[in-house]
């Protein structure tokens, strides 16, 4: 591998995690200006033009908090707990691919680029274990603070995220057996026409994953961990400055990656109805390519974006579940339904390849 | 045998299968939610932009000056007799030969303070008044304060400046509570 490769790979690295955080960032300001405009407020608006600035003036309130750690607590668990959270939801979003290939041969680069971390040929398992991962955060932050609510919180955060994992999983085996891969780009490349999208042929397998995309993120309707009117914040509520600052900050990046996750392998990822007449008219050769990888990945982040509108979207829409209701959701309702889809899957594959 | 007209029949009708689904349910809620993302705000948003206030408001007091700039108020202590809540306290002095031009009675109040914590902007200093000295503002509102002394306004404070009154000229005496009802006798809207 030639050092220009790698050069190109460590930019693009970079770039994505620098996106992935300006995101998480303004998703702070999103939520609040979506949540305002849904109540028929206006939400921040005194910090800069638009109170675009708000998201700095918080995280430099954050900073400034007096960063305390209770008398009772297990000091080392207290700061890993945040630290774990932080590290899983940032290092989700390198197997996402952001869009298609550069042609970089005027740098002296032969092989093409892919605006991508690393194409590992099992992503979408790497994104799962990941994100079962985010769970030990919450876990050991509710157990290390020595608070009943907040150990009541992580409690019903582990067995909430563990019960809707396995809903999440079968679901995706549905796609994953249609596409034989479990790389992320190979399913992304094989939804290269608007109507190849899985969206159009696992519907409710996206449903199923939706719902579990909300659970695991910890979002309304699925918030039970850290509601506030039951649990004083949940698992947090011990938490101060920006420790507190990073667990909010890790639900945003979950956002982030899984509004990625969910454009990447039920809308089609970087492909955008009418590619292939727009990749007629733009110049021949590596020019006219890069274009149109640069527009993929615009329409790639269009998509995340509409989806954290969603997610925002429909937390100002839905009440709390109640946590039996939770627990019937996903262990009576979405599992079996995951199951016969799959089994539906298996049969359509089967007859169509005879 | 119904007492009532407005009592509903409970059903307890087991839910459809649409129902079960709550997808359908979802999908009305998330149409209302979008209804009100795009619906115009009603916030005023107060120091760039004000509420306009009644005519007959009662914000805060201005001591009057003549049509020649002379003050209005010849300390009788009415007002401060009327004021429910003691908040006026005033000292009052005599005008001396060659103070013509700048009191219009021949005594006058030295000291005239209303301490606007105590106020409750009632206005019956204003219809106490037998001068017609002093008015609650119909279009300035009392400001906030940062320290006590502030909040005890003398006459420095007080006093109508003089170059507002050129331009705006005394009512005649008229109190608010007057003004509003000739307002509403002239509309015929009583």
Known sequence: ?354 | MQLTTRSKRVSNKKLSLGERLYLPAIVGGLGITIRHFFKKKVTIQYPEEQRSMSEVFRGLHVLKRDEVGRERCTACGLCAVACPAEAITMVAAERQPGEEHLYREEKYAAVYEINMLRCIFCGLCEEACPKSAIYLQSDKLAPAFYSRADIIYGKDRLLQSMDSIKTTSLKSGLTNSDRYVDKVWKDGKY
């Open chain 1, 1 to 354: 591998m030639d050092i220009y490769f790698f050069l190109a790979k460590a930019v693009i690295i970079l770039v994505i995690f620098g996106i992935t955080l300006l995101v998480a960032t303004y998703s702070t300001y999103a939520e609040r200006k979506v949540a305002a405009f849904m109540q028929d407020r206006l939400g921040p608006n005194r910090a800069g033009p638009w109170g675009l600035l708000q998201p700095i003036a918080d995280a430099g309130k954050m900073f400034f908090k007096e960063d305390f750690i209770p008398a009772n607590a297990s000091k080392w668990l207290f700061i890993a707990g945040p630290s774990l959270a932080m590290l899983t939801a940032c290092l989700t979003s390198c197997v996402i691919p952001f869009g298609g290939t550069l042609d970089l041969t005027f740098l002296g680069i032969d092989q093409p680029v892919q605006l991508q971390g690393i194409d590992v040929n099992i992503g979408i398992l790497y994104v799962f274990g990941l994100v079962s991962l985010g769970v030990y955060g919450v876990m050991i932050g509710g157990w290390a603070s020595n608070n009943k609510f907040s150990l009541l919180g992580a409690i019903r955060a582990a067995s909430q995220n563990i019960s809707y994992e396995l809903a999440m999983s079968l679901s995706i085996i549905a796609i994953i057996m249609m596409t034989g891969s479990l790389s992320i780009s190979q399913i992304v490349a094989d939804q290269d026409s608007f109507f190849k999208w899985n969206i159009w042929r696992q519907p409710v397998g996206f449903i199923i994953f939706i719902t579990c995309a909300f659970a695991e993120c910890n979002r309304t309707p699925f918030d039970l961990p850290e509601c506030e009117t039951e649990l004083i914040g949940g698992y947090h509520t011990e938490y101060s400055s920006m420790k507190l600052g990073f667990y909010l900050f890790a639900e945003y990046i979950n956002m982030f990656v899984s509004s990625a996750v969910i454009s990447a392998l039920y809308f089609g990822g970087y492909h955008f109805p009418g590619e292939s007449l727009l990749a007629g008219v733009l110049p021949e050769g590596a020019l006219g390519h890069n274009l149109l990888t640069m527009i993929g990945a615009g329409v790639f982040f269009f998509k995340i974006l509409f989806f954290i509108f969603f997610f925002m979207w429909v937390r100002w829409t839905i009440a709390r579940f109640r946590y039996d209701q939770l627990m019937n959701l996903g262990w009576k309702s979405l599992i079996p339904l995951s199951i016969a889809n799959i089994l539906v899957t298996g049969v359509v594959i089967l007859l169509l390849n005879n």
